[in-house]
């Protein structure tokens, strides 16, 4: 398990920095606050998704919120999330 970022020696001046450019190339090209913000929203959730190879529930956690939060963000920001697999049960299975 990766340590948080924030524990890694070193991290938070390397992270500053790199937030520090995206920051002034943002405001360079007139990038709204609010707009930023969705992107950066968008992209960390999706990229959570992804590495927890689309389970909700992981992607949640490692997100620190819930997974219900994790499914309204995404409705909000127009994200779509991979669908959760759902059991059949047997008797439907067969009627179809």
């Given at each position: 398990?990766?340590?948080?970022?924030?524990?890694?020696?070193?991290?938070?001046?390397?992270?500053?920095?790199?937030?520090?450019?995206?920051?002034?190339?943002?405001?360079?090209?007139?990038?709204?606050?609010?707009?930023?913000?969705?992107?950066?929203?968008?992209?960390?959730?999706?990229?959570?998704?992804?590495?927890?190879?689309?389970?909700?529930?992981?992607?949640?956690?490692?997100?620190?919120?819930?997974?219900?939060?994790?499914?309204?963000?995404?409705?909000?920001?127009?994200i779509r999330l991979?669908?959760?697999?759902?059991?059949?049960?047997?008797?439907?299975?067969?009627?179809?």
């Amino acid at each position: 398990m990766r340590a948080p970022i924030s524990e890694k020696p070193g991290a938070d001046v390397n992270l500053d920095g790199q937030l520090q450019q995206i920051i002034d190339e943002l405001l360079s090209h007139g990038i709204s606050l609010d707009l930023a913000k969705k992107e950066f929203e968008k992209k960390y959730i999706v990229g959570a998704v992804k590495r927890s190879s689309g389970n909700l529930g992981r992607a949640a956690t490692s997100l620190g919120i819930h997974r219900n939060t994790l499914r309204n963000k995404a409705g909000i920001l127009n994200i779509r999330l991979p669908r959760e697999k759902t059991r059949v049960s047997p008797d439907i299975a067969k009627k179809k």
